[in-house]
């Protein structure tokens, strides 16, 4: 392997400088604040909002706007922004930059029948001209990068060469290609011969995601050219897994207590975000994928269910948890 196509090695995208090449995916409804400083934690050497409506900051939702909220210790981040109004998204993206967006990007993928029925997401692989415009508008409006994440295409033909090359012209600093048509959702198979094709035949970076979770998979990737690597489900539950493939080894299952201990500085991060009661709620998400390898028996699983907050579920998991099999 080449020096610089290691996962360790520096870069610098559009005058931002990342610390190594592995992102953290955006995930709508997971990539809040708490989220993105365990990733920083782990080492990622950027981390990315869940995507936000640019109508919404457009009508100064309040809800919206608190998704802007950043804090120093989890930059470099990407915002990322949904839309299909080229001059609602450059005011969006000028809140996003003096919010300390450090990246810009865009969705050009989300499948979701509420945001493509806008022209938002995927469905803007199927209107390359609303797309360029769109990026055109954004980095006149801003002077931090603006990038943008695609699909393979949008539904029944690969349009991603095609439209990265526009995005390239229209001013785009990278393009992250997730290589699965927006009908396939999160089924099949990531297309990552599709991805080596983009690296090669673009000037621009192509970051990649899709299908990430060991050294050997991030090898492969940048060994075809690209320019960083996108991990998103592998991590849920396993934010050591970061830091893992930044040094190049294979995840292995933590203890009981270390990963008690983790869970339990997560959550000090969302409640300090957004408050006990929602913080308690919002765990609820992980424990499944906390408890993964532990195979946490039916009655273990409904008492956390259950449990009023953090503060009982942990005392659940530190009477049974080091009982459980890993
Ligand atoms: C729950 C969930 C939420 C997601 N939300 C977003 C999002 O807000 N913006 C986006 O560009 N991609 C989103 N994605 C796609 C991921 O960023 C990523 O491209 C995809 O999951 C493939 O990578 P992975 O196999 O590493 O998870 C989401 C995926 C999941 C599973």
Redesign the pocket.
């Known amino acids: 392997m080449t020096g610089n196509s290691h996962i360790g090695t520096a870069t610098i995208l559009g005058g931002v400088k990342l610390e190594n090449r592995l992102l953290q995916?955006?995930?709508?409804?997971?990539?809040v604040r708490a989220f993105r400083l365990q990733a920083r934690r782990y080492g990622v050497g950027l981390t990315a909002t869940?995507?936000i409506s640019s109508h919404g900051i457009h009508y100064r939702n309040r809800r919206t706007l608190r998704m802007l909220e950043i804090e120093p210790p989890e930059r470099p981040v990407t915002v990322?922004l949904f839309g299909s109004r080229p001059d609602i998204m450059a005011e969006a993206a000028r809140l996003a930059e003096a919010a300390g967006a450090d990246i810009i990007?865009i969705?050009m993928?989300?499948p979701v029948r509420k945001v493509v029925k806008t022209g938002a997401g995927v469905a803007l692989m199927e209107d390359e001209r609303l797309a360029a415009s769109i990026v055109e508008s954004m980095v006149a409006a801003v002077s931090v990068p603006v990038t943008a994440?695609i699909r393979s295409g949008a539904r029944g033909t690969v349009t991603a060469p095609s439209l990265a090359r526009r995005l390239e012209a229209a001013g785009a600093a990278a393009v992250c290609i997730?290589p699965r048509l927006g009908e396939q959702g999160?089924k099949g198979a990531?297309d990552h011969g599709l991805t080596a094709h983009l690296a090669a035949e673009l000037e621009l970076p192509v970051f990649a995601?899709?299908?990430?979770s060991s050294p050997s998979d991030v090898d492969r990737l940048l060994e075809a050219g690209c320019a960083a690597v996108?991990?998103?489900?592998?991590a849920l539950g396993n934010p050591w897994l970061f830091r893992d493939l930044l040094q190049g080894r294979e995840s292995h299952v933590r203890p009981a207590v270390e990963v008690i201990a983790e869970m339990s500085r997560f959550h000090e991060d969302l409640a300090a975000e957004m408050g006990g009661e929602r913080a308690g709620r919002f765990m609820r998400k992980f424990y499944g994928w906390y408890l993964r390898p532990f195979r946490p028996d039916a009655e273990l699983r409904d008492s956390l269910r259950r449990a009023a907050g953090f503060s009982e579920a942990r005392r659940l998991l530190e009477s049974q948890l080091p009982a459980c099999s890993s």
Do not use: Y
Request: include cysteine; proline fraction near 4%.
């Open positions: 995916a955006p995930l709508a409804g997971i990539s869940e995507m990322q990007d969705n993928g989300c994440k997730h999160r990531a995601s899709g299908d990430v996108m991990v998103g489900q592998a």
